[in-house]
């Protein structure tokens, strides 16, 4: 068994999964097994390193991951269908997915299951990123393995919060669906099967992750979505109803991310996962205040049967409300993020252009939380009260 977590823990099987995916390093696309070689984590991570990019499109197949400082590593793609699906599959892990998938179900299908998903989902990244930087696992070796993201390769690996992510996302709402709506839960189920492995597979692809990173992550994802299964009317019923809710969907995140286990190096985890709880704690006060102020969104029989029938209508309608939606969200980020930054410029005295100052503690958590929570407040509260007025309820 031991023989077998090592073996799994190891960059090889990252490295013959790309190559048997037509993923190579420049100058092995030839065959042969992968060799293992030593890293620095303050190196290039094994890529070549030059201070110029390499020309902006791939030459002879020939194409180029840059890194940070300058360092380029070169790969040759010869299956671009498996390069392509599993560079989509990794962006279904991303902050653009989040930022559009998440207010997608609250806006067009149901608030419940939309409330279910996202505080599965704050819980279940914030273990996950917190785990990373208490385990400190490396993350694969390259060589042999090809990097095909750079920023986070910065962090540790064990678990993938991308397969944590897909695995609570696509089970939660299988979960949160299937008792109120009529659908086979046989597609359901491979729907959502589907969708996390692609997920899963895609961190092996960008040489993001070991197999037992990948593992790891999903099986503590589907541990937690059993746990947190019972109590899921009790925590949605409590977060619509109680008088705490605000205070606690504030307070409650920021001291975790203040608390955030501290590293020797910048790392980008603390600023994620301040994102994450940021999204998730301006989502629950939105919640609690549409709950008391316009519409009773508790019930205990609040389902309903099926599907509506989908008419051209509905689509319009529903496209409209989405693009309405994302556009006042975009707009809601970037007006946050330059006025809380440029606040925070003014209140400790460093130029906005200083990415270290930005990476202090007292100033990415505010920044990033305020930025956020706004976002996730916008998304909740202001948006359908904007679809409302343009009449598109």
Same mark, same amino acid.
């Not at 273990?127 to 993201?149: A, N, T």
């Not at 397969?163 to 299988?174: C, D, E, G, K, P």
């Not at 029989?301 to 693009?323: M, W």
């Given at each position: ?237 409590? #977060? ?10 504030? +307070? =409650?995140?920021?001291? @975790? !991310? $203040?608390? /955030? ?65 994302? #556009? ?10 330059? +006025? =809380?930054?440029?606040? @925070? !410029? $003014?209140? /400790? ?45």
């Amino acid at each position: 068994m031991a023989r077998l977590l090592r073996i799994l823990r190891g960059s090889q099987p990252v490295a013959r999964f790309q190559r048997c995916c037509g993923l190579f390093p420049a100058g092995e696309e030839g065959g042969g097994e992968p060799v293992e070689g030593g890293r620095d984590r303050g190196a290039c991570n094994g890529a070549l390193c030059h201070p110029a990019a390499t020309g902006r499109g791939p030459l002879n197949g020939v194409r180029s991951g840059r890194g940070p400082q300058g360092c380029v590593q070169k790969y040759i793609v010869k299956n671009y269908f498996y390069y392509y699906l599993f560079k989509f599959s990794a962006a279904l892990g991303e902050e653009i997915f989040y930022i559009t998938f998440l207010p997608f179900i609250y806006w067009n299908i149901d608030h419940s299951v939309s409330r279910r998903m996202i505080i599965v989902w704050s819980i279940v990244m914030y273990i996950g990123q917190v785990s990373k930087d208490i385990l400190k696992w490396p993350r694969p070796l390259s060589p042999p393995v090809v990097k095909l993201e750079m920023r986070t390769d910065a962090e540790y690996g064990m678990p993938s919060t991308h397969a944590m992510a897909a695995t609570a996302i696509s089970f939660s709402f299988l979960i949160a669906t299937i008792n109120q709506y009529k659908y086979p839960f046989e597609l359901g189920l491979v729907a959502a099967f589907v969708f996390s492995t692609l997920v899963c597979l895609s961190r092996l692809y960008t040489g993001m992750h070991t197999v037992l990173d990948v593992i790891g992550g999903a099986l503590i994802s589907a541990v937690l979505l059993v746990l947190l299964y019972p109590a899921w009317d009790v925590i949605d019923h409590l #977060l619509l109803t109680s008088p705490f809710c605000p205070v606690l969907s504030i +307070v =409650v995140p920021l001291v @975790l !991310c $203040y608390n /955030y286990p501290k590293l020797d190096y910048y790392s980008p985890t603390r600023g994620d996962t301040t994102t994450i709880l940021g999204a998730g704690a301006g989502a629950t006060v939105g919640f609690w205040l549409n709950n008391q102020y316009t519409a009773l969104a508790y019930t205990s029989k609040n389902f309903q049967l099926g599907f509506p029938l989908i008419t051209s209508k509905i689509v319009v309608v529903g496209l409209a409300r989405f693009f309405v939606g994302i #556009l006042v969200l975009l707009l809601t980020r970037w007006l946050m993020k330059s +006025v =809380v930054l440029g606040m @925070l !410029c $003014y209140w /400790y005295k460093f130029p906005i252009r200083d990415l270290e100052a930005r990476r202090r503690l007292e100033v990415e958590v505010p920044y990033k939380f305020i930025t956020y929570s706004s976002v996730g407040f916008t998304a909740t509260v202001l948006v359908p009260l904007l679809h409302e007025l343009l009449g598109l309820m």
